[in-house]
Every structure is written in structure tokens, then in C-alpha cells.
């Protein structure tokens, strides 16, 4: 099947553009990784052309307008990563998938480029305003719980980790004699919940998601998608683009999240943690335990 990109190359070679528009359509080409991510007027600026030129080559190409241009050149970009079908899930048959289609281009270049798309896109769909929202959360929360499966694990650590030394009461789900069940059962309308769950969405993070909400907790999503079965529980989502190249999900942008999430913390408490980490330091110092 055709791929978006050779699509998209073969709509500008065929389309007769007049040189204003052909300037700005070849840089588009040659810079799609930028480009799928700015505004008409930021393309306009970038290729030194006018807002007008931009508005016109979307048109001339066949897009409804600039959006939808945008949205293909999202895809386009995608597809020329050599990216794994969201559709396949099962470990197993990603590795199918790869060992059937081949790889060609270096595994440096492709996985270092499915990190940085992954983190530009992640930082195009979180305003600020989301992250303050969950500080806003967080802070008037009495308990803070943590919830994540397997792989999610590695996002939920890091918070466990940094929210601890800014916010009192904060409790990471690790299990040891204890289902997720029991332990969210004590959470309410003065809680909150920050779940952390990516494809295949693991149930427990789910349900207990659910149980969490259905007793007055509030909610703070980290995940792939709006569409994820988490977010309908959600009173904050943040999305985190997790394709790769191969048979597991890269959490690298979500951990990126999970940084942004306490960079922001700690400028709204005014970094007013100072005395507890001499406390810690005080210690972990002697057993060299940073």
C-alpha cells in the first residue's frame, strides 16, 4: 500500500505549482519533522513566504484547508518511520510484523527519530494550562496514589520518586501482598489518582481506575490517546505518544511528561522542599545512596 509520504511527493510533482508555492512545498519535503508541527502562519515565517502562499498550497494540493494539511503531514511523517501498525499490539506479532516487512534504515537513526517525534508531539498536545490544572489537583489533594502496570511502571517510579520530596502523602501501587483493589478502597473526594497506562491498557489500571472515580477521587491520566479506555474517568488527560519501531512501546515521552508534570510542581509550591531533601540528604549521603 502506498504510504502517505510518497503520496504527498507525488501530489507536489504533479500539481504544477507556480514557484512561490512550489518553494514552500519543497521545504515541507525536506523538513516534514518541523513542518507537521507549526501553524500556517510558522510555516509562512519559516519558508519565507506569505500566510497567503501557505493557505493556497494546502488548496492547491486538495486539503480542505491548512488543519487538514497539517493532519496529513503528521501521517505522512509517520509513515516514512518505518513505524509499527498501532493496530498490532501482541508483542509477538509486532515481531512478525518487523522480521516480515525488514528493516532497513540504521537502528540509531530510526529509534532516535520515533523518540524525538514522540516528544514533539507530546509537547504540541499538553498546553500548559494542563499541567497547572493538575498541580491544582494534586495540591488540594489529601492522598496522592499512583497507578501503573508493567512497563507503565517506569513513568510511576520516577513520580513516586520526585512528588515525594515536594507533596506529603503521595503512595506508588506496587503490590506485595496487596491487590489494586485494597489499594485504592480507602480513596475519596479529597484524593487523587494519577494512572499511568499505555497499549494494551492493562484492566487492573482500569478497573481500579474506575473504583477510584466511582468513590470521589480525582483523576489525572497519562497515556496515548484521548480515546484511551481510561479517559472518559479522567479530570485531566495528558497524551504521550508511545510508537516505535519495534515489538514494545517507548515510554520515553511519557517520561517526559511525568518531568514536566513535576518541573511545574515545584515551581508552584516555590521550591519550599529545600529543608526535606537536607533532611534526606543528610543520610542518603552516607551510604552514597542518590
Not at 117 to 135: D, H, V
Not at 141 to 157: F, H, N, P, T, W
Not at 255 to 281: G, P
Request: proline share 3%; charged share 20%.
Amino acid at each position: 500500500m502506498e504510504s502517505r509520504f510518497s503520496k504527498l511527493n507525488k501530489l507536489v510533482a504533479s500539481a504544477q505549482l507556480p514557484p512561490k508555492l512550489r518553494t514552500v512545498a519543497d521545504y515541507v519535503i525536506n523538513n516534514l519533522d518541523t513542518c507537521r508541527f507549526l501553524t500556517a502562519n510558522e510555516l509562512a515565517k519559516t519558508a519565507n513566504v506569505s500566510y497567503s502562499t501557505v493557505i493556497r498550497l494546502a488548496a492547491t494540493l486538495g486539503f480542505s484547508g491548512y488543519p487538514d494539511f497539517q493532519k496529513f503531514l503528521r501521517s505522512a511523517f509517520d509513515d516514512n518511520l518505518e513505524s509499527i501498525s498501532d493496530n498490532i499490539v501482541v508483542p509477538s506479532q509486532r515481531i512478525d510484523e518487523i522480521i516480515a516487512r525488514g528493516t532497513t534504515a540504521p537502528v540509531n537513526d530510526i529509534v532516535a527519530a520515533h523518540v524525538f517525534s514522540n516528544i514533539q508531539s507530546t509537547l504540541a498536545n499538553n498546553p500548559e494550562a494542563q499541567f497547572k490544572k493538575a498541580c491544582k489537583i494534586i495540591l488540594a489533594s489529601d492522598q496522592k496514589y499512583i497507578l501503573s502496570e508493567r512497563g507503565c511502571a517506569s513513568v510511576a517510579s520516577f513520580l513516586n520518586l520526585i512528588m515525594r520530596q515536594m507533596v506529603p502523602h503521595v503512595h506508588n501501587y506496587i503490590g506485595y501482598g496487596q491487590n489494586i483493589f485494597d489499594f485504592v478502597s480507602d480513596l475519596g473526594e479529597n484524593d487523587c489518582v494519577i494512572s499511568v497506562s499505555f497499549p494494551r491498557y492493562s484492566l487492573l489500571t482500569v478497573d481500579a481506575t474506575e473504583m477510584a472515580k466511582s468513590q470521589g477521587a480525582k483523576i489525572i491520566l497519562i497515556t496515548n490517546s484521548v480515546t484511551s479506555p481510561l479517559a472518559h474517568y479522567a479530570d485531566v488527560i495528558f497524551t504521550a505518544q508511545c510508537t516505535s519501531s519495534d515489538y514494545y512501546n517507548s515510554y520515553v515521552a511519557a517520561l517526559m511528561t511525568a518531568e514536566l508534570l513535576c518541573a511545574h510542581l515545584s515551581r508552584i509550591t516555590n521550591y519550599s522542599n529545600k529543608d526535606l531533601l537536607q533532611r534526606i540528604n543528610k543520610y542518603a549521603v552516607k551510604f552514597g545512596n542518590y
